[in-house]
């Protein structure tokens, strides 16, 4: 009896006593789901528009990081650093279209997964052999981000939040709106969409698929620098992030692999239920369960819904 | 298996009763009814989009009609796993080759014979005695199969490589493989030439003749429909319009006002 | 012009499917099997340095890489599952065997590290039982779920490894007839000639189980799920097997890897997800569905940095362990891609279309 009061009843006593804690748990939450849905949001772009599993993602945003922080580091300018690093993943999703995806076209899907997959040891590979592999520093201060804490008084507590985390939700919803009109009502939107829906008639209209593939992988590389540097700013920058970017993929399974609607509500479902379950019930196993929790809270959901939240319901044809 | 043994040839093996099926709000078919009697040649034919698949599909269990009762041998089923109707002897082709593409000739003939292939794990661990004597028998018996489809010379081919013609062929010598009671053919001679539909039509009656397999088969081909079949169903648009012998079909209005259109 | 199969006519149907059905083939692996047992032994004895480091270095790691790299090729290459939780269920059968064997120490180790096999295989089964509602894609997160639940209780469960204050497993002695298997005072030679018996014996059981009913039935699911289950396969059941199948496998390799390999202790960083990359990484480069694919990529995988090391020295380039390692990943990473692209079966289907130009040699075709 003991254990279900410990399980079922004593997290929620302990909520209703501090509420004040259980909304900074709920912020924490948020933020970190904002970043988990950031890099759900490259993934999703990726896989729209070519159809791959791009399991590089996650590394993606590391580098970009990593190479931005390890050019200032060799004397370059903060925001020139940035420019440069804008160049750089324009110039990886051109190298990424020649070598990776276009002699790989038309191959099986578990091919190109298992190439990102391969995409994935260059870079890490690529990123220390430059850049070194001890941990470093984001350089917030140096581009203008915020820094230190709001605490407001509410609830019979303080609560306290980050600047920095502020200034990561803002952009996050910059980014998501941006990425909206740009697919909605641009012409390299439709074409993208074009592209999602079918390749081959997407050509028969003149549509360069590599020219579309190009575009894509930049504006997820985008998106990877963006996360890249709000997740730098939370902790250092080394490829352990990695292990962070992973938890994209229960994100992904919540939210479906082509809904951009379902990354974001994925991220946040994944980031508050992952702070909450560590917060309040980690302590009855143990801690540590944030490791693993995500891909728990996505499993039992895919249970019941293979499609994910947003996908449609698939027929098999044969 | 039995159940189907007892009935006798010209009996009805399968019968289809009021079925109907949709996805959605799209209905693929509706209060269809018919059935195939034991070793005949049954053909379904339609224009495209009538439902001929779906029906094939309803058959051996990979769809689940919304309303309506199959009964095959006597025994009248709910709901039916494909893996079911298999053990139950239905065996099927399919109208986009569905082979085992990394696997060769032999080896996706071979797998139609799993369930014929009842030695345990620990057997299998071994791969000798009683594991090793059961795969040699039914390599034996694939050997017959590959013999009757003439397709001695590809057996150690990955199928992935061969011309579609073969895989036709190789995909007709799987179904074989698994002795069905009812063959279901979709669209066998889809894509070929004059001379492989002649080929293949021969094996068609060869297999109904040879081995008394009941088959039920979907084709375009009205020549090859007309040559092969005893008794044809014709569906649009999901609803049955005609049934019956070929020259009774031929003369159908309502056959005829479907694939010719009619004027308003 | 030696290796050619005029005039080996086949007169039964059980020659016909051997494993080998020709000759030079049963006596290349022979004469294989012959270098491993005694060409080896001989040359260790012989040199005793260079021959121990070679067989603690080389041999004993790459044939427990192997046997990993062929547990997850059942379940990758042959059944068509992507898995990401290799590491995990190693060290499943690496902690197994380390409670098996200090609550029974009566027991000999060898049964010990086989039965470890069979806690992975239940837990991969566990894993693998979402493998009935979720496909592709979404089950590689599935097994992601249990690298990191696992590798989660190996560090926080000190029962597993017996309250140590390392938080590591430390390997006891184990003997048999005597003579030391495990711990410090176990001999490279010793350690290799179990190792060595426990994976030929492993490869020739998985050989068989591949060639026969089961194996057809995975790679039917693997090749057509629709269509085998109109065949009368169940997925589930055929899905599972695989699991259990290819986590007993890394079970065994785990174990083995902790037991004869580190031969005094590991700590569970050893089956993080990097392990799981690291074997994934094997047999795409060594071949999916390929079992010789399996030794292939062990060994260029597992041997290449250690030729970047001797390179590195011999020429005499001031290059770091740390730059040799950060090379080595990101020549995995080239070498996959490339061979994606230039031969999606890997080194396994070169070796075959080596094997066909030499069958036809001196003429193309």
Redesign the interface.
């Known amino acids: 009896m003991d254990i279900l009061y410990k399980i079922f009843i004593d997290p929620f006593v302990q909520m209703g006593g501090a509420p004040d804690l259980l909304v900074q748990t709920l912020w924490e939450g948020l933020v970190g789901g904002v970043l988990y849905a950031l890099i759900a949001l490259g993934f999703v772009l990726i896989f729209k528009a070519s159809g791959v ?1 791009n399991f590089a993602q996650g590394i993606m945003m590391v580098f970009a990081a990593l190479t931005l922080v390890g050019l200032y580091e060799k004397g370059v300018p903060a925001f020139l650093a940035l420019l440069l690093t804008i160049g750089v993943m324009y110039a990886l999703a051109l190298g990424i279209e020649r ?2 995806l276009r ?2 076209v038309n ?1 099986p ?3 190109l ?3 990102t ?10 990123g ?2 430059i850049f ?2 001890e941990p470093k520093q984001m350089i917030t201060e140096q581009l203008w981000l915020p820094k230190g804490a709001i605490d407001i008084k509410m609830l019979g507590g303080l609560v306290s939040l980050q600047k920095i985390d502020i200034a990561a939700a803002v952009i996050a919803s910059i980014m998501v709106a941006g990425l909206a009109v740009f697919f909605q009502s641009t012409r390299i939107g439709r074409a993208l969409r074009a592209v999602a829906d079918d390749h081959q008639a997407a050509l028969s209209v003149g549509i360069s698929l590599n020219q579309i593939w190009v575009i894509v992988w930049f504006t997820a590389g985008i998106v990877a620098l963006a996360t890249g540097i709000m997740w730098g700013a939370r902790s250092d920058v080394s490829f352990a992030l990695e ?1 962070i970017a ?1 938890k994209a ?2 994100v ?2 919540l939210g479906g ?1 082509t809904s951009i609607p379902g990354a974001i509500v994925g991220g946040l479902i994944i980031g508050i239920g992952e702070k909450l379950g560590e917060f309040y019930w980690g302590p009855l ?5 944030e ?2 929790l995500a ?2 809270i ?2 039992a959901f ?2 019941f819904r ?1 499609q994910g939240l947003f996908g449609e319901k698939i027929i ?1 044809r ?1 | 298996m039995s159940g189907a043994d007892a009935i006798k040839p010209g009996e009805t093996l399968l019968s289809v009763d009021n079925v109907s099926l949709a996805f959605g709000g799209v209905r693929a078919i509706t209060e269809v009814s018919f059935d195939i009697r034991k070793s005949e040649i049954r053909a379904i034919i339609g224009p495209n989009g009538a439902g001929k698949t779906s029906m094939l599909n309803v058959i ?1 269990g ?1 769809y689940h009609p919304n309303e309506g009762r199959i009964s095959f041998a006597g025994a009248t089923r709910a709901r039916m ?3 079911e ?3 139950q002897g239905i ?2 082709t ?1 109208q986009n080759v ?6 060769t000739t032999l ?1 996706n003939i ?3 014979r ?2 014929k ?1 009842n ?1 345990g ?1 620990f057997w ?4 000798q005695g009683p ?2 004597a059961e ?2 028998e039914h ?2 018996f694939c ?1 017959e199969i590959i013999d009757f489809l003439e397709i001695e010379a590809i057996r150690k081919t990955p199928v992935g490589k061969l011309p579609y013609g073969l895989q036709k062929r190789v995909e007709l010598g ?1 179904a074989l493989a ?1 002795e069905p009671t009812l063959l279901l053919l979709d669209e066998p001679m889809a894509g070929m030439n004059l001379e492989e539909k002649e080929d293949m039509s021969r094996f068609i009656i060869d297999v109904n003749q040879h081995y008394g397999t009941t088959i039920a088969l979907i084709e375009h081909d009205m020549g090859v429909v007309m040559d092969l079949s005893d008794r044809i169903v014709v569906l649009e648009y999901g609803r049955k319009i005609a049934d019956g012998t070929p020259a009774e079909v031929k003369a159908d209005q309502k056959v005829i006002d479907a694939y010719l259109g009619v004027s308003h | 012009m030696f290796y050619r199969e005029t005039g080996q006519y086949k007169t ?3 020659a016909d ?1 051997a494993v080998f059905p020709i000759l030079q083939d049963r006596i290349g692996v022979g004469l294989m099997l012959l270098v491993a047992a005694v060409g080896i032994p001989l040359f260790a004895t012989l040199f005793p340095a260079t021959g121990n480091f070679f067989l603690q270095v080389i041999m004993i790691p790459f044939l427990i890489f192997a046997l990993a790299a062929i547990g997850l090729n059942i379940l990758t290459g042959y059944t ?1 599952l ?1 898995s990401l939780g290799t590491g995990a269920f190693m060290g499943v059968g690496a902690f197994a065997c380390y409670k098996l064997t200090t609550i029974f120490p009566g027991v000999n180790i060898i049964v010990w590290i086989l039965a470890s096999g069979f806690f992975s295989c239940a837990v991969g089964v566990v894993f693998g039982l ?1 493998s009935l ?2 496909k ?3 089950l ?3 097994t ?2 249990a690298q ?2 696992l ?2 209780c190996f ?3 000190p029962w597993l490894f017996n309250y140590n204050a390392s938080g590591a497993i430390e390997v006891p002695e184990r003997t048999l007839f005597g003579v030391a298997l495990t711990g410090a005072n176990a001999t490279a030679m010793t350690r290799y000639f179990v190792v060595l018996a426990i994976v030929v014996g492993l490869t020739w ?1 998985a050989s ?2 591949i ?4 194996g ?2 995975w ?2 699911v ?3 799920d ?9 997925l589930l059941p055929a899905k599972l097997l695989a699991f259990a199948v290819s986590s007993f496998y890394c079970g065994v390799a785990g174990a083995m890897m902790v037991f004869f390999w580190y031969a005094t202790g590991a700590e569970p960083e050893v089956f993080s ?1 990097r392990q799981s ?1 690291f074997i ?2 094997m047999i ?1 480069i060594g071949g999916l ?1 390929s079992l010789i694919g399996s030794y292939f990529g062990a060994a260029l995988i597992y041997i290449m940095p250690i030729l970047l090391g001797w390179l590195a020295d011999v020429s005499g380039l001031p290059i770091g362990a ?2 040799i390692e ?12 490339f061979f ?2 230039v031969e ?1 079966h890997g080194l396994a289907r070169l070796w075959q279309i080596g094997k066909q130009k030499l069958r036809i040699w001196p003429f193309p075709y």
């Open positions: 599993f070598m990776v002699p790989l191959q899907d578990i091919i997964f298992m190439a997959f391969g995409l994935t040891f260059v870079l890490v590979g690529l220390e052999l070194g592999g292990i992973l993929l229960p992904l399974i692999f196993l143990g801690n540590g369960i490791s693993w891909y728990f996505a499993l895919l249970l293979p098999e044969i | 051996n990979f796993k494909p893996y109707a298999a053990t065996a099927r399919f569905a082979l085992f593409k990394g696997m080896d071979m797998a139609g799993t369930l292939m030695r794990f299998q661990l071994l791969r594991a090793l795969e040699i390599r034996k050997e799987r698994m | 039964s149907y059980a499917m068509g992507i979402p509602r979720i592709g894609f979404y590689a997160v599935a992601l779920a990191f639940f590798q989660w560090v926080r469960v059981i068989n189980l060639h026969g009913r089961i057809r039935s790679m039917a693997r090749d057509m629709i269509a085998a289950q109109l065949m009368g396969i169940k997800i990359f994934l990484s795409i569905g740390a730059t950060h090379l080595r990943v990101m020549l995995t990473g080239v070498l996959i891609i994606l692209i999606p």
